[in-house]
């Protein structure tokens, strides 16, 4: 590692609360980043900030030290609000935020404030519970802090602070329009001070950050590459076949070194992991189905050097910090170039160097125009790859992954989106077929068998009323024949001895035939 990625400006030459210096001191820093150097004394005199620089330059350090100097060092808003919050740090993954939490701690251990945090997955009465009891800075996610604010677990109409970070990937994932809900509920814009960092800024975040801050300062560090400076980029061109035993070939060179594989597609991952597994190499997976506590263990133990390749999905492409990491593979090339940037940057973070090695196959070879367009430079290609392949690599067995397995208890009869279940048709055809016995309707009463009057089914009531009225009839047609007496019309309509009989209701069903009566 080195310190050419610092500039001339220290700590100790800008005006920072004396509380969150001691913080500063036992972090190690001594010289600003240049994203530091030129933020930090805007933010320290009130100024909103709207940031870019390359991933790894010291964007969190920078917002984490503004806002605790801008809480010591001003009053706190009175409220009538149940729970105030002063300060609310939104990160786009739950990884993110706990990487912001953890970076928070030494700067803010000296300075009596204390932090919360509130992200999916995992701990929600233990999180809420950390809030209730009284925090000044919450960090988290926007779908578990908009949770616990409709809830009132939490007030923000006396908040003094607001960061977003890498605010470009909370428009990736559909959270923007959450960010404007809690937006909406907090103090003006002038009334707060107002931060949003990002290793990219497109037209939409400047839009967000026009409508929703006040004059703030654009703060951009170039450089000569958008990719961070110190990235050895290769690329290779294998056929799809040969792009495991390439990787597993570069795996072995690498040694013990870290290494990031990035990979599309969840299947992908199990498939590599199985690879790697069968070939004794030390890795884990990292996707987005992945449980939250797992994830945590995961990734302490690719940190600690328990594992030392981490196969993941673009959830683990942004904002994490992981020291050493030598290498990054793009098993898959993203097909956003934006998310390439991202992937690479998790090597040669705080001055250190590293390499990003692309495989540019068959099914994702068209995204290079799009990514070398982006990053506005060709990555080298190298063409000879056969001293590379892991040619004797043992082949595992594939037919146990989960995303092969078949789901179990019928769900495979489901419709849709899980809804219920399509019924299978009957094969008429067929006389024996098992589908007429369940599926025919039931054969009909004979008509020389008796009906329980007392049957509780309603339509053997019904039979039973309409078998009685015709019994009745005949029984009255019976005595009128044998009768020498003509009747009057009026006596014609209705035989005395029918004018008692109850009327019976006509009921039926759906598709269900109703017998005509005389």
């Known amino acids: 590692m080195t310190d050419t990625h610092l500039s001339e400006v220290r700590f100790d030459d800008l005006d920072i609360h004396a509380d969150v210096k001691k913080g500063i001191l036992t972090t190690g820093f001594e010289f600003c980043t240049p994203i530091q150097a030129i933020s930090l004394p805007l933010a320290l005199q009130g100024k ?71 992200y999916g997955g995992t701990d929600y009465d233990k999180q809420r519970s ?33 960061i977003l970070d890498e605010a470009d990937r909370m428009f990736d994932l559909g959270f923007i329009a959450d960010i404007r809900y809690l937006f909406r509920r907090m103090p003006d814009p002038e009334n707060r001070l107002n931060m949003l960092f990002s290793a990219t800024l497109s037209l939409r975040v400047a839009e967000l950050a026009y409508e929703h801050m006040s004059e703030p300062e654009i703060v951009k560090i170039e450089a000569e590459t958008i990719t961070a400076d110190r990235i050895e980029e290769i690329a290779y061109m294998p056929s799809n076949e040969e792009k495991i035993p390439l990787l597993l070939g570069i795996l072995r060179n690498a040694g013990e070194q870290k290494c990031v594989v990035f990979i599309n597609t969840k299947h992908m991952a ?51 910090h992981i020291p050493d990491v030598s290498f990054v593979v793009n098993f898959d090339l993203p097909a956003d170039a934006e998310d390439y940037v991202h992937r690479i940057g998790r090597t040669a973070r705080a001055g250190a160097s590293g390499t990003a090695i692309s495989l540019i196959c068959e099914t994702f070879a068209m995204n290079i125009v799009d990514i070398e367009e982006y990053i506005e430079h060709s990555i080298p290609v190298e063409r000879e790859i056969s001293d590379l392949l892991f040619k004797d690599a043992i082949k595992p067995d594939l037919s146990n992954l989960r995303s092969n397995r078949k789901p179990k208890g019928g769900r495979d009869s489901r419709g849709p989106k899980g809804g219920r279940p399509t019924k299978a048709k009957p ?69 005395a001895n029918d004018q008692a009989s109850p009327i019976v209701p006509l009921r039926g069903r759906r598709g269900q035939e109703i017998p005509a009566i005389g």
């Open 270 to 320: 199990e498939k590599i992991e199985a690879w790697m597994l069968a070939n004794d190499f030390k890795g884990a997976m990292l996707t987005g189905d992945v449980p939250q506590k797992k994830r945590e263990k995961l990734l302490n133990n690719f940190k600690e050097g328990l594992c030392n390749i981490l196969v993941a999905t673009d959830v683990a492409a942004r904002g994490l």
């Open 48 to 118: 909103d900030i709207s940031g870019q620089a390359q991933t790894g330059t010291g964007k969190t350090a920078a917002f984490l030290i503004a806002c605790f100097h801008h809480l010591l060092t001003q009053e706190r808003k009175q409220t009538t609000k149940k729970n105030p919050i002063r300060a609310l740090v939104l990160a786009p993954t739950r990884e993110l935020a706990i990487q912001i939490h953890e970076d928070g701690k030494p700067l803010v251990e000296h300075t009596g404030l204390k932090m919360g945090i509130a």
């Open 130 to 162: 950390q809030i209730e009891a009284g925090i000044d800075v919450l960090i988290g996610t926007p779908g578990r802090i908009i949770d616990y604010f409709k809830q009132g677990v939490f007030s923000i109409d006396a908040l003094e602070v607001i």
């Open 427 to 495: 094969h008429s055809s067929r006389s024996g077929d098992k589908f007429e016995k369940k599926d025919q309707a039931p054969a009909k009463t004979k008509a020389d068998k008796p009906i329980k009057p007392h049957s509780d089914s309603p339509e053997a009531k019904d039979a039973a009323r309409l078998a009685e009225l015709e019994r009745r009839k005949q029984d009255n047609s019976q005595d009128s024949s044998t009768s020498n007496q003509v009747k009057p019309a009026s006596d014609t309509v209705a035989p």
